[in-house]
């Protein structure tokens, strides 16, 4: 069974940063991946970023690039989302997310957390 937890969300004001982090249990295999997405208010869930377990191979949707980090801690089964320079249109709730083999782009994930909201304020 799978279970993922997420933690890290918050109030901050434009410009700040957030950590989000996934603590993941019961990923077995290498070729598992993570990724983060994120739902806005009456928008559909849109793809953040991804990580693939194994080799580390990040992926970012345009509009967080050079803003966000994907990273890993295998040792500890854990994710992170670093989100520096936060702008207001970065506000929604972000979840955590896992799938067998890394398909950028997407938002089709076989395991998903509760949901972490994030609000930024301008």
């Known amino acids: 069974q799978v279970q993922l937890v997420e933690s890290g969300g918050g109030l901050v004001q434009g410009g700040g940063s957030l950590r989000l982090s996934c603590s993941a249990s019961?990923?077995?295999?290498?070729?598992?991946?993570m990724g983060w997405v994120r739902q806005a208010p009456g928008k559909e869930r849109e793809f953040v970023a991804a990580?693939?377990?194994?080799?580390?191979?990040?992926y970012y949707t345009d509009s967080v690039k050079g803003r966000f980090t994907i990273s890993r801690d295998n040792a500890k089964n854990t994710v992170y989302l670093q989100m520096n320079s936060l702008r207001p249109e970065d506000t929604a709730v972000y979840f955590c997310?896992?799938?067998?083999?890394?398909?950028?782009?997407?938002?089709?994930?076989?395991?998903w957390g509760q949901g972490t909201q994030v609000t930024v304020s301008s």
């Open positions: 997310a896992a799938r067998r083999f890394i398909v950028v782009g997407s938002t089709d994930y076989t395991y």
């Open positions: 019961g990923l077995t295999s290498s070729r598992d991946a």
């Open positions: 990580i693939s377990l194994s080799a580390g191979s990040t």
